[in-house]
């Protein structure tokens, strides 16, 4: 007997496009107030509102001097929101990101000192400068949206989000991240090179030993909270969503959309990508002003959802071939609905 997926539910009231519209209000001036500082990069900031927007975390990839903290830091300045910079170095310990406890002599106790990742926004700067064990900390804060420091487990606010850069691998002084904590990512950007045109615009707004980087603030955390509520209820069709586990499939199971590519694969991604990918589709549609999913923002949004969670093995690597290579030729052999 063969086996047939069950209807998905629809959501209880899809809203309309003047619920969208106003619940979007606050896109276009944190845009602008965005642009005021960084140059270009449309589909960063893009995607660092699909992270606010879906309580994910993002990693933000490129070569210095690309403004990835800068953009980070713009975007919690624009929210009302607690923010921390932690600078990943290689001497770093667990304790500096999520904590200790500290002995007091005088009565023999103990007490918690809270670390830096106990805020709304966390910029990890250069995440991939610490060793494996730091990496770890960060693991349980990610996943679970806690910490444990001695005996007691203590809740990070809401929003928690980690938005961290890296430097490309092949880089002095870098470590390889733990695909445990790449999977926990639900973005991995690259960040290029500006265009002649905004390299130019950067030229005449930073050219200057006092740069204006002061914006103001848009909105605050219970309105993007209360946004999420709006997201969730963006409509995706069975198509769409069948679109997106066949996709997922095909990473772990590429031969049978693109044969040539088993040999190349060694793991593909994980459940934890097919909701993300779900999740961050309907963020874009209202980012868009639409209630409803297309297979367009599924498309332009699986190389972010999946390159840092196929793994390729040493034939692959010999061969200069990236994940983003596996990802485009994945997505042109499958049918689109």
């Known amino acids: ?17 003047e619920a969208i519209e106003k ?79 500290v002995y007091h002599p005088r009565d023999g106790t103990f007490s918690p000192r809270l670390g830096p990742v106990f805020a709304n926004l966390v910029l990890a700067d250069e995440i991939n400068r610490a060793p494996a064990k730091v990496q770890s900390a960060l693991l349980e804060a990610m996943q679970e949206r806690q910490v444990t420091i001695g005996e007691n487990t203590y809740k990070l606010p809401d929003p928690f989000l980690v938005l961290a850069t890296q430097n490309p691998i092949d880089q002095e002084g870098t470590y390889t991240l733990p695909e445990a904590q790449l999977d926990r990512f639900l973005l991995k950007v690259r960040v290029v090179y500006p265009t002649p045109a905004e390299e130019r615009r950067v030229l005449d707004a930073m050219a200057t030993s006092t740069p204006k980087l002061d914006v103001n603030q848009i909105i605050d955390l219970p309105d993007i909270i209360a946004t999420r509520a709006v997201v969730n209820s963006i409509y995706m069709d069975d198509k769409i969503r069948d679109y997106i586990v066949s996709i997922i499939h095909a990473t772990r199971e590429p031969d049978k959309a693109a044969p040539h590519l088993k040999l190349l694969i060694r793991c593909g991604a994980s459940p934890r990508g097919t909701i993300n990918l779900a999740l961050a589709a309907k963020a874009i549609a209202f980012l868009d002003g639409r209630n409803y999913v297309t297979p367009q923002d599924v498309k332009n949004l699986a190389p972010d959802i999946l390159r840092h969670r196929i793994l390729l093995n040493y034939e692959a690597e010999a061969e200069g071939v990236t994940s983003d290579d596996v990802v485009k030729q994945l997505m042109e052999k499958m049918p689109v609905p």
Do not use: Y
């Open 23 to 101: 619940a979007s209000a606050w896109v276009k001036p944190l845009r602008t107030e965005v642009g005021r500082v960084l140059v270009g990069q449309i589909d960063l900031v893009d995607r660092l509102l699909v992270a606010l927007l879906t309580n994910g975390h993002v990693l933000l990839e490129g070569v210095p001097g690309l403004a990835k903290t800068l953009a980070v830091r713009t975007l919690s300045a624009c929210l009302h929101a607690k923010f921390q910079r932690i600078q990943f170095t290689p001497d770093l310990l667990p304790a500096d990101v999520i904590g200790t406890m």
């Open 1 to 17: 007997m063969s086996e047939t997926a069950a209807p998905s539910p629809a959501p209880a009231s899809i809203p309309d496009k």
